[in-house]
T-cell receptor, first 111, second 116 residues
Framework: GQQLNQSPQSMFIQEGEDVSMNCTSS?????WLWYKQDPGEGPVLLIA?????ELTSNGRLTAQFGITRKDSFLNISASIPSDVGIYFC???????????FGQGTRLTINP | NAGVMQNPRHLVRRRGQEARLRCSPV?????VYWYRQLPEEGLKFMVY????????ESGMPKERFSAEFPKEGPSILRIQQVVRGDSAAYFC??????????????FGPGTRLTVL
C-alpha cells in the first residue's frame, strides 16, 4: 500500500528557532496536507496543498507541494511554546478520499 | 476541530465485549471517515461512508469490525468481541464534498479504547 516517510521523527529546539520537516513517498499524491495533533486531541488541519509546486503560507507556517508530487515540506519560523505537538503530513491520491498519514514529527521546544 | 463530535471520549472494555463508537459529523457534511491510531504512530484509514452507504472499507479488518452511517443519527463504528490489540485511538472525520480534490476532512477529538 501507499506509505509516507516523514522526518525527522522528533525535534528538540530552542524557542525562536526555525523548524523544517518533510515527507516523501514512492507514490504520487494529488493533495498534500499538514496536520497538528495535541495530546488527547484529534488532528487539526494547518495547510492544504492542491497543486504540484504550490507554496502556501499560514502565519508562521509555510508548506510546499513538491514538483514530482512525491514530497512535501513544512517550515515553522520563529517557534513559540504553543507550537509543541506532533505534526503529521497526509497525502490523498487521485480519485481516493482516504488520507495516507506519515508517522509524525514530535516537536519539543525548550524555553 | 470544526464541530465533529465523538463519544465516548474514553471507553474501557474487557476482552470479548463489544465496543460501539459514535461520530456526529459537522452539520451539513454527508461524508464520514474512520481512522485508527496506535501509540506513537500516524493515523491509518479504516472506512469511508456516505449516508447509508459504505464507499471504501479497504482499511477495515474483515472480521469483528463494522461501520454504518444511517440516514438519521450518528455514524457508528462497532467492534465485536474486542481483543487487546484493538486498544487504540479511533478518530472520525467528516467532509462536505467527498469526491472533489479540494475537499477537506475535519477530525473529531477521538475515542480512546482500552481493552483489559
Amino acid at each position: 500500500g501507499q506509505q509516507l516517510n516523514q522526518s525527522p521523527q522528533s525535534m528538540f529546539i530552542q524557542e525562536g528557532e526555525d523548524v523544517s520537516m518533510n515527507c516523501t513517498s514512492s507514490s504520487i499524491f494529488n493533495t498534500w496536507l499538514w496536520y497538528k495533533q495535541d495530546p488527547g486531541e484529534g488532528p487539526v488541519l494547518l495547510i492544504a496543498l492542491y497543486k504540484a509546486g504550490e507554496l502556501t503560507s499560514n502565519g508562521r507556517l509555510t508548506a510546499q507541494f513538491g514538483i514530482t508530487r512525491k514530497d512535501s515540506f513544512l517550515n515553522i519560523s520563529a517557534s513559540i511554546p504553543s507550537d509543541v505537538g506532533i505534526y503529521f503530513c497526509a497525502g490523498q491520491g487521485q480519485g481516493a478520499q482516504k488520507l495516507v498519514f506519515g508517522q509524525g514529527t514530535r516537536l519539543t521546544i525548550n524555553p | 476541530n470544526a464541530g465533529v463530535m465523538q463519544n465516548p471520549r474514553h471507553l474501557v472494555r474487557r476482552r470479548g465485549q463489544e465496543a460501539r463508537l459514535r461520530c456526529s459529523p459537522v452539520k451539513g457534511h454527508s461524508h464520514v471517515y474512520w481512522y485508527r491510531q496506535l501509540p506513537e504512530e500516524g493515523l491509518k484509514f479504516m472506512v469511508y461512508l456516505q449516508k447509508e452507504n459504505i464507499i471504501d472499507e479497504s482499511g477495515m479488518p474483515k472480521e469483528r469490525f463494522s461501520a454504518e452511517f444511517p440516514k438519521e443519527g450518528p455514524s457508528i463504528l462497532r467492534i465485536q468481541q474486542v481483543v487487546r490489540g484493538d486498544s487504540a485511538a479511533y478518530f472520525c472525520a467528516s467532509s462536505p464534498l467527498g469526491g472533489q480534490s479540494t475537499d477537506t476532512q475535519y477530525f473529531g477529538p477521538g475515542t480512546r479504547l482500552t481493552v483489559l
